[in-house]
């Protein structure tokens, strides 16, 4: 559903405000970009397991 892929991309958004983190998925997504080769399913499972964790942090500091 829209509605939940937006919360995502908010949640992904609002955790990587520092810059550390920004580089590093900047990082990702330039050698995701590289590897997948247009194919955006390959692209979006290459950036998976660090937007995984940024989520699940993300939902785990609105929860606590």
């Known amino acids: ?3 939940l892929r ?4 908010m949640c992904i958004r609002d955790r990587i405000k520092n810059r550390e983190e920004a580089e590093r998925y900047a990082e990702i997504k ?3 970009a ?3 080769q247009n194919d ?4 979006s499972e290459l950036k998976a397991g660090f937007i ?3 989520l699940h942090l993300a939902l785990v500091g609105f929860e606590g």
Do not use: D
Not at 6 to 9: C, L, V
């Open 1 to 3: 559903h829209l509605s």
């Open 30 to 32: 330039h050698a995701a």
């Open 40 to 43: 955006a399913q390959r692209y």
């Open 6 to 9: 937006r919360q995502r991309q």
């Open 34 to 36: 590289l590897t997948s």
């Open 52 to 54: 995984e964790h940024h």
